[in-house]
């Protein structure tokens, strides 16, 4: 196969760059060795080294960026669960819940996809996650989470556009002991938590978590008379941490997980009435996953030497009625095995210096397996397939309608996506009197190939004759893609003891991929000339999309204004230039698929604003995101949507937490917090049209929390006002669906210790 071939001929591509890296790598070392005014035999490591990710500065308020951290203390006492519950916590940052965990659309500035290739990386203890649809998991045993706003490709490369999300996991060299935690509530909801953190000794740590939880769902199908959204889900991770000597530390971090749930509540839309969810093929998605990372870092004097190893594995699956409709028009399902390999090798100097670089090679090798077939059934083939035919051809010319043996047949698309690539980079920066001067440059490359083999069969006679003649209809070969691009970075700072102000302009790169839910469209309009007599040549030039690239410029400011450093301010203004926008549209008509289309040329540009402030037993958080996004040329067909609002993405995101540590005796707690919550988001346009919007909603959360020793317990509710809102639009079949975000949620978690 020529799939085989070249994952074969990539392979030894790869492992020739990693010798290259290496050699690479080893030099590096020695021309530091030789420039380095010190001596390295040893050097003392500073506690936050050992956890501390390579790329990022170790302060976000000296950083020439936009960023939001949210500790293990927030997510914990706030009980958020997923990074779709951090929308609207960092400004103009919005992930929706479009119904699945597959899918994990995020938005940006403006700027998202609702399939494919994401606008946002995502990476977990430094290790970038590939695939998007593991982008959505259970959230356990996390140290922090880090929500980098604008293009960070210079540092990270593909797909960050429009940033970064930095997951950090508990260290078991920072944090020991045992943790349980059991947390119910209303559809059945549950959740349990379990792990254990040691360090034998203080050169090593080992820690195992375990998670499961289940929910009934909070939607009903009529259609199917039961709960659509309901699963479960489960999750371990082990993690050992290692420091062999002085300046050696070896991290690896083991993490499994099983998710099986239902989905895509979709209510169809109709002369302004929304309609309850009702679909009659059931719908679902399984996704089973292996992530291993290893990390080794040498720690100089002068500088620190890491190497990143990362393997995934994700086998996935999903089956969905794709009209939503109760009538038996057709299904389908998309199914893959993906394995994927990183190796990063980066270099960087310590902070505290007048001359700071880091430089870097990273590659990477995903190999992905897929099928995707289509069922239509006796009302699909009826109204798509041989409605047309018959008043057009059978019935002119012969009389006679045409009609199908059976009441239902597949198309079967089954697909080989092999892809590879390499990156170099290098970044310099310069501290003088408080001014920080940086420049970077990073040249990437990639390659993937697409092998398709699409096939049906179906058998069909007029209906005045006997005997059924079967047609075969096929649709095979191969395509490929590359791309190499140079992304490069500059900002100046300017930092004093009241805080920084910065200036910045850098290159986002969003890949370019394939368009796999077009085939049964493709292969469905073959089949309908076939059938009239009417054979035509057919390429698979049409599913390829090209990269998308923007320039992202920003002015913003990181303030700490009071002497006890209480109150920190930060604020950003930036505009985004993109060229060839990633959109995902519906064909024209009576379609089965979805496809991605570059748009043209698009703009953002707006501001964003935090703050924190702690005085007493109060802690008060605020942030507010505003985004214009427009289309500045975008054609399609014979439509003009040029000056319109860009879809899918919110003007205005807002936030507020208060945090209320009450005053009670230490008898009765040693805790006693309230916080209290609230989010705003809207408006949001939902087609290019800007015909449709959801206005602007708030959602409100509150938890109780109490500590007594080892045991504390919180009451806790989501959408404590059972908003009605929707977080999600499509067209399809001439028909509009939206999808309902989540309504009121309640209730109580204990946890223990130890």
Same mark, same amino acid.
């Given at each position: 196969?020529? %799939? @085989? ?79 779709? &519950?951090? +929308? ?32 946002? !990386? ?20 996390? $140290? ?5 706003? #604008? ?64 929910? $009934? ?13 309901? #699963? ?50 059931? @719908? *679902? ?47 389908? #399902? ?20 007048? =001359? ?53 047949? +597949? ?36 390659? *993937? ?47 004093? $003891?009241? /805080? ?11 890949? !370019? ?29 049409? +599913? ?11 002015? %913003? ?7 006890? /450093? ?11 230039? @993109? ?85 009670? *005796? ?22 290019? &049209? ?18 007594? /020793? ?19 639009? =499509?067209?399809?079949?001439?028909? $509009? ?18």
């Amino acid at each position: 196969m020529v %799939g @085989c071939t070249f994952f074969s001929t990539f392979a030894a591509v790869f492992l020739q760059i990693e010798i290259k890296a290496l050699n690479t790598i080893i030099a590096i070392i020695a021309l530091l060795i030789a420039l380095a005014p010190e001596s390295i035999n040893s050097v003392v490591l500073e506690e936050v080294s050992i956890v501390a990710p390579i790329k990022m500065p170790d302060s976000d308020e000296k950083g020439a960026y936009s960023a939001t951290t949210i500790s293990r203390t927030e997510l914990e006492n706030n009980h958020i669960n997923s990074i779709k &519950e951090l +929308t609207a916590q960092a400004p103009n940052f919005y992930q929706p819940d479009y119904g699945s965990r597959m899918t994990s659309s995020i938005y940006v500035r403006g700027f998202g996809s609702r399939i494919d290739q994401p606008v946002v !990386g995502m990476n977990i203890d430094e290790r970038p996650v590939m695939n998007k649809n593991g982008y959505d998991f259970e959230l356990f045993d996390i $140290d922090k989470i880090q929500i980098l706003r #604008g293009a960070q490709s210079a540092l990270y490369g593909r797909n960050t556009s429009g940033g970064a999300i930095n997951i950090q996991t508990l260290s078991p060299l920072m944090f020991q002991g045992k943790r349980l935690s059991l947390e119910y509530g209303n559809e059945n909801h549950i959740r349990i938590k379990a792990s254990h953190y040691a360090a034998p000794t203080d050169e090593f740590g080992w820690s195992a978590s375990v998670l499961y939880s289940h929910s $009934d769902g909070y939607f009903m199908n009529y259609g199917r008379n039961e709960k659509c959204d309901g #699963g479960n889900n489960i999750a371990m991770r082990l993690r050992t941490q290692w420091l062999p000597s002085h300046n050696w530390s070896i991290d690896n971090t083991f993490t499994t997980g099983y998710t099986d749930e239902g989905g895509w509540a979709y209510r169809n839309y109709n002369n302004g009435i929304l309609a309850p969810v009702n679909y009659n093929d059931p @719908c *679902s998605y399984r996704r089973f996953n292996i992530d291993n990372g290893l990390i080794i870092k040498r720690y100089f004097n002068t500088f620190t030497l890491s190497s990143t190893t990362g393997y995934q594995f994700m086998d996935d699956g999903m089956r969905i009625d794709n009209d939503f409709l109760p009538f038996d028009y057709f299904s389908m #399902g998309q199914f893959q095995q993906e394995h994927s390999l990183t190796q990063e090798f980066v270099a960087r100097s310590k902070e505290k210096q007048s =001359f700071t670089w880091q430089t870097g090679l990273f590659s990477f090798i995903r190999h992905n397996n897929m099928s995707a077939p289509v069922t239509f059934k006796k009302y699909g083939i009826d109204n798509l397939i041989l409605k047309n035919a018959n008043n057009s051809y059978y019935l002119p010319i012969y009389g006679s309608e045409l009609e199908f043996r059976d009441n239902q047949f +597949t198309i079967e698309d089954h697909f080989r996506i092999p892809s590879f690539g390499a990156a170099a980079y290098l970044l310099m920066g310069y501290n003088l009197s408080g001014f920080n001067f940086s420049a970077g440059l990073r040249l990437d490359y990639e390659k *993937s190939v697409m092998d398709y083999n699409c096939y049906t069969q179906v058998y069909s006679k007029l209906k005045k004759n006997t005997g059924y003649t079967p047609l075969n209809v096929e649709f095979t070969g191969s395509n490929s893609i590359d791309a190499i691009e140079l992304l490069p970075s500059f900002s100046v700072s300017y930092s004093k $003891d009241w /805080g920084t102000i910065y200036a910045s302009a850098r290159r986002g790169f969003k890949a !370019g991929g394939f368009n796999t839910q077009l085939f049964s469209d493709i292969l469905k309009d073959k089949m309908a000339q076939e059938l009239i007599g009417n054979p035509v040549h057919t390429d698979a030039l049409s +599913t390829i999309y090209k990269p998308e690239t923007n320039w992202t410029y920003e002015l %913003g400011t990181h303030l700490s204004p009071l002497a006890s /450093g209480a109150l920190k301010i930060s604020a950003t203004a930036f505009y985004i230039d @993109c060229s060839n926008q990633q959109l995902t549209v519906f064909p024209p008509g009576l379609s089965t698929g979805r496809m991605m289309s570059n748009a043209g040329e698009s703009f953002s540009y707006g501001v964003e604003t935090t703050a924190a402030y702690r005085t007493g037993p109060f802690t008060l958080n605020a942030g507010y995101g505003y985004t214009h996004a427009e289309f500045k040329k975008y054609k399609s067909g014979s439509n003009d949507y040029s000056g319109n609002i860009l879809p899918y993405a919110p003007q205005e995101t807002m936030s507020a937490n208060v945090e209320y540590r009450l005053p009670v *005796s230490e008898k009765i707690a040693n805790i006693m917090m309230l916080n209290i919550g609230w989010t705003g988001i809207g408006r949001i346009y939902w087609n290019e &049209e800007n015909t449709l919007l959801q206005e602007k909603y708030g959602l409100l959360s509150a938890s109780l929390t109490w500590e007594k /020793g080892i045991i504390g317990a919180s009451f806790w509710g989501k959408n404590l006002l059972n908003k009605q809102y929707n977080t999600f639009y =499509f067209r399809s079949m001439q028909n $509009d669906f939206f999808a309902q975000g989540k309504p009121l949620q309640l209730g109580i978690s204990i946890n223990i210790n130890l």
